[in-house]
């Protein structure tokens, strides 16, 4: 990790140890694939919150530059913005003399702008999936300085929201249609009162200097509003992202002729808001060809030469036909961490 992450960590260690519950933090950090089980269960068994806060810590410690990254963005979605603000000014910035992270080809403004906005980092062992990517990049440039909806759908594990997080993974893209930033919110299965907590923070987070108001919206009508002025006038030409999407009601409230990226398992839910819309289907399936890929970067092997158990692996992962994304890399996790 670098010297200024490093320090910053340490010196907001106490006020991170006091406050944090780290059971959905390490849900997060787990899902980012810098925690593992094993890890997670050390902490678990620590006393009191004080202290498995404090175990954590120790271990983000000894961890990389994405681990800091990883725990930014779990503090950010779990409601801990104040917490979030001091680790702000550590965010590790990757620089060399191109621009460029010589592995994955993300620029040093790439990474600063999703860590803001609250996006996963890519999954661990990951594969490209570039003919779906440029389509939701070329629908995405379509909202450039235009208000309009861009929707990722499919079956549930197909890999919709990592190919949301794939698609502004872009520094053209980010630097011509949304120099505003991106806002990622996972947004689920909601009722009301869960949908107003989500349109709460995302307030808090858009208003962090507290220039706009001092108390939060009260309820859905008078936070819809409030997101309306915060994205027009302090986030102009920015990318909302709400992943998972499950009803159309919850779509009104962000309906404010924005621009919209969202993930859902059910096409139907943006029928009834505004503005144009554009469609991307993502296949549930994944070829023989790239399930290969997966299981080849997991035992670090080449394709060619892996064993003949890797294509039965392949076929049991199936679901009706083919391989599924979800069912093969979970079960790589879970052999991974076992
Ligand atoms: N390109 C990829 N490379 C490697 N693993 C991937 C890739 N895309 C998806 N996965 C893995 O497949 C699983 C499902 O992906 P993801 O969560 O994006 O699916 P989803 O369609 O958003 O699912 P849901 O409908 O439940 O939200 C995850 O474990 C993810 O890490
Ligand atoms: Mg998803």
Redesign the pocket.
Known sequence: MDAKARNCLLQHREALEKDIKTSYIMDHMI?DGILTISEEEKVRIEPTQQQRAAMLIKMILKKDNDSYISFYNALLHEGYKDLAALLHDGIPVVSSSSGKDSVSGITSYVRTVLCEGGVPQ??V?????KKLVNTIQQKLSKLKGEPGWVTIH???????????A?AVRDHSLLEDCFPGGVHWVSVGKQDKSGLLMKLQNLCTRLDQDESFSQRLPLNIEEAKDRLRILMLRKHPRSLLIL??VWDSWVLKAFDNQCQILL?T?DKSVTDSVMGPKYVVP?ESSLGKEKGLE?LSLFVNMKKADLPEQAHSIIKECKVVERCH??I???LL?KWNQS
């Open positions: 899902s890519r999954p062992v990951f594969v490209t999936r499919g079956m549930a594990g197909c890999g919709k929201s990592v190919l949301a794939e992943d998972d993930t398992r993502v997966i994304w979800g093969l890399t979970d996790h």
